[in-house]
T-cell receptor
Framework: DVKVTQSSRYLVKRTGEKVFLECVQDMDHENMFWYRQDPGLGLRLIYFSYDVKMKEKGDIPEGYSVSREKKERFSLILESASTNQTSMYLC?????????FGPGTRLTVL | KQEVTQIPAALSVPEGENLVLNCSFTDSAIYNLQWFRQDPGKGLTSLLLIQSSQREQTSGRLNASLDKSSGRSTLYIAASQPGDSATYLCAVRGAGSYQLTFGKGTKLSVIP
């Protein structure tokens, strides 16, 4: 079975902190994605990567950056966390046709 | 730009009832369509994936259909159970892309 793991299920940070969200997949997938999910807005794509050191902006990249140094790991970085980045963050990786999701990280920024 | 709409936003049914969830999309140039289930506070679990060349897929009590030309998909759940209570999300992958465009989901409650 494909496994996508995220470093934390719940995270509480303060405004202005630098935040790292980690995602790891164990199936050698090339394509990985970061989404955020908010009530009434659904899932929105932040960034994606189709290979090591490659990245593309999604629909809402402002305030975020990403890092993909190894194929299995895709990190989302909040350079200076703000309260409007309080959200559920979901990572996914793609195998051929299907997207597999991690369990999500619920981030609260105080 | 692709837009995906799911109707209804919420649905409550008694246990044992058959039900249909609807998904519509604006751009018919799709690669595939995927139905997901999401339990509260959890990630997404893939239920069914239909390629653009297919008309339907079945898994147990679930059946998903796709009418690409009209931009519609339905998820049919037979003999609903309380354990089916969750939010169901429809997502479309565009032709030549790995990106998914999601609907906002239908929250299903199955009453015992």
């Amino acid at each position: 079975d494909v496994k996508v793991t995220q470093s934390s299920r719940y995270l509480v940070k303060r405004t202005g902190e630098k935040v790292f969200l980690e995602c790891v997949q164990d199936m050698d997938h090339e394509n990985m994605f970061w989404y955020r999910q908010d009530p009434g807005l659904g899932l929105r794509l932040i960034y994606f990567s189709y290979d090591v050191k490659m990245k593309e902006k999604g629909d809402i990249p402002e305030g975020y950056s990403v890092s993909r140094e190894k194929k299995e790991r895709f990190s989302l970085i909040l350079e200076s966390a703000s309260t409007n980045q309080t959200s559920m963050y979901l990572c996914a990786s793609v195998s051929g046709t299907m997207q597999y999701f991690g369990p999500g990280t619920r981030l609260t920024v105080l | 730009k692709q837009e995906v709409t799911q109707i209804p936003a919420a649905l409550s049914v008694p246990e044992g009832e058959n039900l249909v969830l609807n998904c519509s999309f604006t751009d018919s140039a799709i690669y595939n369509l995927q139905w997901f289930r999401q339990d509260p506070g959890k990630g997404l679990t893939s239920l069914l994936l239909i390629q653009s060349s297919q008309r339907e897929q079945t898994s147990g009590r679930l059946n998903a259909s796709l009418d690409k030309s009209s931009g519609r998909s339905t998820l049919y759940i037979a003999a609903s159970q309380p354990g089916d209570s969750a939010t169901y999300l429809c997502a479309v992958r565009g032709a030549g892309s790995y990106q998914l465009t999601f609907g906002k989901g239908t929250k299903l409650s199955v009453i015992p």
